[in-house]
Nanobody, 123 residues
């Protein structure tokens, strides 16, 4: 079992920045690639970014490339999502998750989820 707790969400203006954190406890954090997903009102949960176990490989959805950066600190059992140049369309609940399957972009491949943190971007 892995328990995940997100923090760092809030209100930002368009063009601003926020950094999300996801603290893990339970089984060895460094065993899992870690991902971020988001879900806007009335929409399905969508993939945002994922990072391999040691941080050497990253994958981003096209809409956040060049603006968001996913990193991790395995000594602190924490994964981060730095979000710069925020846009109103980034408004969503953001979830971190631990990958246990094979498809890095598919939410069904993630077995452990946090409770989510709200990000709201005003124009």
């Amino acid at each position: 079992q892995v328990q995940l707790v997100e923090s760092g969400g809030g209100l930002a203006q368009a063009g601003g920045s926020l950094r999300l954190s996801c603290a893990a406890s339970g089984r060895t954090f460094s065993e899992y690639p870690m991902g971020w997903f988001r879900q806007a009102p009335g929409k399905e949960r969508e993939f945002v970014a994922v990072l391999s176990e040691l941080g050497g490989t990253t994958l981003y959805t096209d809409s956040v490339k060049g603006r968001f950066t996913i990193t991790r600190d395995n000594a602190k059992n924490t994964v981060y999502l730095q979000m710069n140049n925020l846009k109103p369309e980034d408004t969503a609940v953001y979830y971190c998750a631990a990958l246990t399957g094979n498809n890095w972009r598919d939410s069904g491949s993630y077995n452990y989820w946090g409770q989510g943190t709200q990000v709201t971007v005003s124009s």
